[in-house]
């Protein structure tokens, strides 16, 4: 079975964009249901949102390190 992400759904947008807006977004559902139920219910509600801003800094921190190789690379080649 093939799984596909809806392209404008909240996680493919999160997972787009920078890894500070799944923070903030974490923040808000965590704030929100610690309002009406215990603090650990609210911090698992909050998991996937802190598990995209994880693989977001990820992707970016690896991105960043490939961007300057690159200029590395083709500074050592330009002389």
């Given amino acids: 079975m093939n799984w596909k992400m809806a392209e ?3 996680f493919a947008v999160l997972l ?3 890894w500070w807006w799944s923070v ?6 965590f704030g929100v249901v610690r309002l009406f139920m215990a603090w650990g219910y609210a911090l698992f509600a909050t998991s996937p ?3 995209i801003a ?6 970016t921190r690896h991105e ?3 961007a300057a190789s690159l200029r590395a690379s083709r500074s050592r080649l330009d002389g």
Avoid at 24 to 29: K, M, N
Avoid at 54 to 59: F, I, K, L, V, Y
């Fill in 8 to 10: 404008n759904s909240l």
């Fill in 16 to 18: 787009r964009s920078q």
């Fill in 24 to 29: 903030l977004v974490a923040a808000g559902v």
């Fill in 49 to 51: 949102f802190i598990v």
């Fill in 54 to 59: 994880a693989m977001r800094a990820w992707r």
């Fill in 64 to 66: 960043a390190a490939s």
